[in-house]
């Protein structure tokens, strides 16, 4: 699956999107699992709360189902306009 | 309906007079533009990321739910990423309706949901520093009034 990092979560992490292999079954697992890589992903999840995330490209929550996704996105709470 | 997220700067005169002239029947055209601000002074540019594909699917998300809401004969939006300064316009959005009620209101959803729910994020460059905007729990509360 792809996943892909916006705005200072991807600067935290040091890249844009890159693609893992994983059996979660949630968001939750999915950050679970990237948190126990390396100390940059710890950082960059370390407070769900101030966290978003789309799976293929839908807003969603982090108990969302992600077995059938390609694509999973975090990023910061958005600031359009 | 017309989307465009893009780099290039836009002409909001000659937009504003394209999307008019195009709405047979409509009796009111309402517009909204963004425009950067130095908030704090300082502020040398502004650099606005966005999710690409995403961004496109959630501004037309936007666009239709306003004509289902609303009475509304067309709606552009325009948002712009990339590098801007201060006074550059970000974004526009513009509604056509039979009235003038639902032109503003739906003008209004639009802004309300492209400021938290549209992938786009900004950064501030001032001088040697630069900094994420924060997005501000006013702007999130103010998609409440929108629920049914």
Do not use: C, N
Not at chain 2, 95 to 121: G, N, V
Request: negative net charge; proline residues 3%; aromatic residues 10%.
């Amino acid at each position: 699956m792809d996943i892909l990092y916006f705005a200072w979560v991807r600067e935290r992490i040091g890249l844009p999107r890159e693609q893992v292999e994983t059996q979660a079954a949630t968001v939750r697992e999915l950050i679970a699992e990237l948190r126990g890589r390396e100390e940059r992903y710890a950082a960059a999840f370390a407070d769900l709360d101030a966290l978003r995330v789309a799976v293929d490209q839908e807003l969603t929550d982090f108990d969302a189902d992600v077995t059938h996704a390609r694509e999973v996105a975090f990023f910061p709470p958005m600031t359009g306009g | 309906m017309d989307i465009r997220v893009q780099e290039a700067a836009f002409d909001l005169g000659a937009e504003t007079g394209r999307f008019a002239l195009r709405q047979a029947g409509m009796g009111a055209v309402v517009t909204f533009t963004g425009i950067v601000r130095d908030v704090a002074g300082g502020l040398d540019h502004m650099e606005v990321e966005h999710y690409p594909g995403m961004t496109e699917k959630a501004l037309t998300a936007m666009a239709e739910e306003a004509m289902g809401r609303w009475d509304l004969g067309d709606v552009l939006i325009i948002h712009r990423f990339g590098r801007m300064g201060p006074d550059e316009r970000i974004m526009m959005v513009a509604t056509a309706s039979r009235h003038r009620k639902d032109a503003f209101a739906a003008a209004e959803f639009l802004m309300d949901y492209l400021k938290s729910r549209a992938p786009f994020w900004k950064k501030e460059h001032t001088g040697e520093v630069a900094d994420w905007v924060a997005a501000r729990d006013e702007d999130e509360d103010a998609l409440d009034r929108w629920q049914p």
